[in-house]
DNA sequence: TTACTTTTTCGACTGTCGGTCGAATTTCTG
DNA sequence: CAGAAATTCGACCGACAGTCGAAAAAGTAA
């Protein structure tokens, strides 16, 4: 009939198994080795999640939930539309502690995670990114149709950018030159990207 | 010092290997029911084949092989620069056996294998795309510098827009019309596209 | 306090799976 | 035919995700 002690044991594993999986990757994470830095019986650990997958979903959320607000709040303060793009962007930059040890590196494992963020991290960052569009395109700045899929597009293309080496000078060139063009913005007006990036 | 046998078994190993990591996906097939299918102790298995992930990399070479070769030969061929483009992009289209059960399906599954067809069908298909817009700048068609850069591009959204129900009227329109400015050809030269995805 | 119910914890156990290994068998070679 | 090399075998191993019944702890009502 309670639950509070309950969420708190919950969110504290949830913790461990979040710094585990950025520092070794979900994949090469046991639940024997999350229980041991717990210290906690296995059987508490699956009382609280059903499996390893739904823990790993549940420390996206986590990641997630800061991430997002932040770019939420850039989105709806009165910055100027460039500036909010930058902000959008960089929610989509993976994370210091990530890049650091295991995702970027190994990325040929992990998989499965990394995947599983690029896709959230999207779902996210979509709805916002489109609306900033639009108050671009409302002040000129902008000219297209069918906003919503062509961020997505961008988005799409941005984590590409991101994800693997594929950082050399021409990527970012033909990257800023694209979101240029598919958003109807004059040449060189996103030009700041390329100095965000590197 | 023969291996003439040798090859065989191994052709016929990774034959069921491909099949089933069709029919059932990649991670839920196990070396056991691979074994059981060829009636093979696993020591035979292991003797062929130094880990699981090994058969994955061959099962991938073999598939992409064969499509790999149609592609090339229609580049090679004297058709004009829109059916080769036609000929490269139909090249990226998800396998009819593959869409047909696991692959598309279950796709949250499946990741790993997903993910490295993807990763060597761009590998395969980029200098192809790229030999063929050459000729089309050559021709006046196309106007566009970093040319293997976009023709990268250009195959990433392809793939996923074959990749998952991404298969919207509008995504495909937005996927044209970027594929014409970023490769700089006239309006509507690329409408083509739009009729053979769907 | 006591008697009870519910929540939480425990850890031994299971089944599966990828991979190893030494020995046996077959095939090649001189 | 003898010895070497290639091939096959399957028992075995360690790791791991997940299960289960029972015990302990916490809450409730009298």
Chains 1, 2 share one sequence.
Do not use: W
Not at 26 to 35: F, G, K, L
Not at 144 to 152: D, G, H, I, L, S
Request: a negative charge.
């Amino acid at each position: 009939m309670k639950g509070e002690k309950g969420e708190r044991r919950r969110t504290a594993l949830l913790k461990i198994a979040y710094r585990m999986f950025i520092e070794q990757g979900y994949d090469s994470t046991s639940i024997d080795e999350i229980i041991a830095e717990a210290d906690i019986a296995k059987g508490t650990y699956y009382y609280y999640f059903p499996s390893k997958e739904a823990t790993l979903e549940a420390v996206i959320d986590m990641m997630l939930a800061e991430e997002a607000e932040r770019a939420q709040a850039a989105v709806a303060s009165p910055m100027p539309v460039p500036q909010k793009i930058v902000a959008v962007i960089l929610a989509m930059r993976p994370r210091q502690e990530e890049s650091g040890i295991s995702t970027t590196l190994e990325r040929s494992e992990n998989i499965v995670m990394h995947e599983k963020v690029g896709r959230r991290l999207i779902e996210v960052t979509a709805p916002l990114l489109t609306e900033v569009v639009q108050e671009g395109i409302a002040q000129g700045i902008f000219e297209c149709t069918n906003v919503e899929e062509r961020v997505r597009m961008i988005l799409f293309l941005c984590q590409r950018i991101f994800d693997s080496g594929h950082f050399n000078e021409r990527d970012i060139e033909v990257f800023v030159d694209t979101v240029e063009k598919t958003l109807g913005a004059q040449t060189g007006t996103m030009d700041f990207i390329k100095g965000l990036i590197q």
